[in-house]
Nanobody, 121 residues
Framework: VQLQASGGGSVQAGDSLSLSCTAS????????MGWFRQAPGKEREFVAF????????ARVASVKGRFSISRDNARNTVYLQMHSLKPEDTAVYYC???????????????WGQGTQVTVSS
């Protein structure tokens, strides 16, 4: 599975961004899809995941109420919609694919290249 993330950019605090991740090589409908992020000098952290059908999702507490994850299996694409962005959301955002629900990076077998999100105050 190859993953291509896009949609990052530089915004002001309070703005919104939508990230996309498109899978190729195998239907993404067979995979749990997740979003992670890594800020400079910090470890990569879980942001959200969605089950194969999209019926089950989870998000880290710090983004609940602001970020939502969704997927379109017909397009092999998973989305991360981000609202009310804060400077602490600044990071490289990675999409990932795996076979089970997990917030752990090691549970995901396939990773995209990352897209930079920068939020200024």
């Amino acid at each position: 599975v190859q993953l291509q993330a896009s949609g990052g950019g530089s915004v002001q605090a309070g703005d919104s961004l939508s990230l996309s991740c498109t899978a190729s090589g195998r239907p993404s409908s067979s995979e749990v899809m997740g979003w992670f992020r890594q800020a400079p000098g910090k470890e990569r952290e879980f942001v959200a995941f969605t089950s194969q059908s999209g019926g089950n999702t989870a998000r880290v507490a710090s983004v609940k109420g602001r970020f939502s994850i969704s997927r379109d299996n017909a397009r092999n694409t998973v989305y991360l919609q981000m609202h009310s962005l804060k400077p602490e959301d600044t990071a490289v955002y990675y999409c990932a694919a795996g076979s089970r629900y997990s917030t752990a990076t090691m549970a995901y077998e396939y990773w995209g290249q990352g897209t930079q999100v920068t939020v200024s105050s």
